[in-house]
């Protein structure tokens, strides 16, 4: 028969046990409850941003058809093209509604970089001076860069030389003006904010050419009938678009090359720019 000494260590010996088990099952729930801690810290702070806010802010600039352009046939103010199509698919992907900002080319990069927009779709070359301070994603839509001369001017400008010290527009901060600056010696080079600008200067004679993407020249070539493409070749100058966000937000980046990746697989991208092209040219019919 037990004594009571020993009756009274056995009880306390019970309750040690007890106690242990308790903390264990403690740690458990606090284990559970850093695992989702630690999930949630997985995410990126622009995911995070995305999530809670429950909308992607997606800047762009327009006036550059066929990525992207303000629809005039319709009663809003609204922004359409193969570009924007690609921001409502990462929307979509994601789960949270599309707010686009539109402002220009220039203005774009620093409110990426500054944080006013979430990500920036708008035909951008990820050079590599613009990888220092921002991240891409997989490329889309390579095109040729060319030059729109006026059609009374073809005999003129048929190689790059025949450009050299010569007046040339391009849009302003974008690749086309890098380009002309590295490639074009001696020329004087005039950067304006929009395409179109830029186009009515060709237009006006007060530049020689336009040094401008192939998909987007297309529009102007064929709405203006004084206007056409050179035979003027930038050998290797194929320009990559793709989409940029800040820096360290892998998790996002993976979603917009999942879509990218998709809308290339399914002929999207490719249907998109036909749409958007024809759409651009009858946009500019009824001006």
Known sequence: MMNKKNLLKMMALGMAAAAVFGLAGCGGGSGSSQSASSQTQKESPLMQKIKSSG?????????????????????????????????????????????????????????????????????????????????????????????????????????????????????????QEALAKEKIKDAKIVGLAHVPEVVLELKQGKVDGLVVEGIVGEQYVIFNDDLMFSDIKFPGAVKNSAAAVQKGNEDVLAVINEVIKENTDNGNFKKWTEEYSKKAVSNADNK
């Open 55 to 175: 909308k992607l802010v997606v800047g762009t600039a327009s006036g550059y058809p066929p990525y992207e352009f303000v629809d005039t046939s319709a009663g809003e103010k609204k922004v359409i093209g193969i570009d924007m199509e690609l921001a409502q698919k990462v929307a979509d992907k994601l789960g949270v509604k599309l707010e686009v900002q539109d402002m220009n080319f220039q203005a774009l990069l620093s409110s990426l970089t500054g944080g006013k927009v979430d990500v920036a779709i708008a035909g951008i070359n990820p050079t590599d001076e613009r990888k220092k301070s921002m991240d891409f994603s997989a490329d889309y839509l390579p095109t040729e860069q060319k030059v729109i001369i006026r059609k009374a001017d073809a005999d003129k400008y048929k190689t790059v030389e025949d450009l050299y010290g010569k007046t040339i527009g391009v849009q302003k901060s974008t690749t």
